[in-house]
């Protein structure tokens, strides 16, 4: 019988699962995809494809019953000790992981209103698991905990007190992704984990974060998942004048809006071609160009920025799609921040190395990367109540 923990994360039409066992490898992983009429599911084991027990994708619930039941016939005797799920609005409330009860339901529910595009669906996952598996533990972790001890000025913004009385606040997200590198950091490279690093995390989501021994003292994002760097396809840092010009000149209203910034916007509105990096590297259209120059750009800003908050820097690390595996996004950014000391080793870069600094370099650049999956297992694995490990 094999005890095993499950990690979700369910996005908008997705859900991501990955299944492990006694170590931190997984035993499977797998992506349901445009949940609905045309949904889709993949599973794989050890490198293979195994094939996949279709039923109902038009739900989470469904979603979720197609991944178990390949599972059970994959590993037969599977007993689930504990599920994990990304949540990506903890408020100001939750700190760490916490085990889901009828209170904490309510809170995470009371938050879908910060984060409406994505927490809905993350509680759907909940919700489906608990169906799933009743009395087995589900904990949450969030996105938003890893920053909740951003300093004060770095939690704010320059509104009336009662905005961030009623939490209009700089959450920071991607904590996860985050937390991992920190303890990555802290076990392969201890003295730089003791000292000012930056992480740029890089993928369609996109941003940076400032950790000072170990922990989150600012990131680029703030309020919401849109802040800071340009990505895939959202905008990043924006004038909020902006805004207010669509709404009263153009006569856009919040659903256009939010459209707009989440979904047409960042490295795809600019290209007008695609959201996606490697196929904008590949592009020889002058707007592909301008897109990478723009997103480059702003990733040199906010790394400044948060060296500036940190008083200085030891490190930087890349990680997410873009920063573990892009070497040409990795070199320009670094290519102008010799002034911080940065000088990329080129072919370390070429190569993917997890230190791709020169030797002679002040500053230590790194690509590590990130496993968001392992710390929801991890603490999902705290939580199995008879102790010991799955
Ligand atoms: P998500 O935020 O959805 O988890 P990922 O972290 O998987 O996204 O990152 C996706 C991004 O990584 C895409 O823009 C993709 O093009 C980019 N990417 C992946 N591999 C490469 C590569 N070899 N070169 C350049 N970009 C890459």
């Known amino acids: 019988m094999t005890r095993a923990v499950l990690t979700l994360n369910a996005g908008s039409s997705s859900l991501k699962v990955a299944l492990f066992g006694d170590s931190d490898a997984p035993l499977a992983t797998g992506h349901a995809d445009?949940?609905?009429?045309?949904?889709?599911?993949?599973?794989?084991?050890?490198?293979?494809?195994?094939p996949v027990a279709m039923g109902d994708l038009t739900s989470h619930a469904g979603a979720l019953d197609s991944v178990l039941a390949t599972f059970r016939e994959a590993f037969p005797g599977l007993d689930m000790?504990?599920?994990g799920h990304r949540v990506v609005h903890g408020g100001v409330t939750f700190t760490g992981p916490v085990v889901v009860d009828d209170a904490v339901l309510a809170e995470l529910d009371r938050l879908s209103p910060l984060a409406p595009l994505h927490q809905p669906h993350n509680l759907a996952g909940i919700h489906a698991a608990m169906q799933a598996f009743p009395g087995v533990p589900q904990v949450a972790c969030f996105d938003t905990a890893f920053h909740r001890a951003h300093p004060w000025v770095n939690d704010t913004f320059a509104l009336p007190r009662r905005f961030y009385d009623m939490g209009v606040r700089r959450y920071g997200f991607h904590g996860l992704s985050y937390d991992y590198i920190a303890g990555e950091l802290a076990r392969t490279a201890p003295h730089l984990a003791a000292g000012r690093v930056i992480v740029a995390h890089l993928g369609n989501g996109a941003s940076a974060c400032a950790m000072l021994g170990g922990r989150a003292v600012a990131s680029t994002m703030g309020f919401s998942a849109l802040d800071g760097l340009p990505m895939g396809t959202r905008s990043g840092q924006i004038d909020p004048g902006v805004l207010l010009y669509l709404m009263t000149e153009h006569g856009m209203d919040a659903a256009a809006i939010s459209d707009l910034l989440y979904k047409q916007s960042g490295l795809l509105g600019l290209s007008g071609l695609s959201n996606d990096m490697r196929t904008l590297e590949a592009s020889t259209a002058p707007e592909a160009a301008q897109a990478i120059d723009y997103f480059v750009f702003r990733i040199q800003r906010e790394i400044g920025g948060l060296a500036a908050a940190l008083g200085g820097i030891d490190a930087v690390v890349f990680c997410g799609g873009i920063?573990?595996?892009?070497?040409?996004?990795?070199?320009?950014?670094?290519e102008r921040l010799?002034?911080?000391g940065i000088e990329i080793d080129h072919a370390a870069n070429a190569a993917n190395a997890p230190v791709i600094s020169s030797a002679m370099a002040r500053t230590t650049v790194m690509v590590l990367p990130t496993n968001e999956e392992l710390v929801i297992a991890r603490a999902a694995r705290a939580a199995i109540p008879t102790g010991g490990q799955p």
């Open 34 to 50: 445009r949940i609905g009429p045309e949904g889709t599911l993949r599973l794989s084991a050890a490198g293979k494809a195994l």
């Open 81 to 83: 000790a504990a599920i």
């Open 323 to 334: 920063g573990e595996n892009s070497r040409l996004i990795r070199a320009r950014v670094c």
């Open 338 to 340: 010799g002034w911080m």
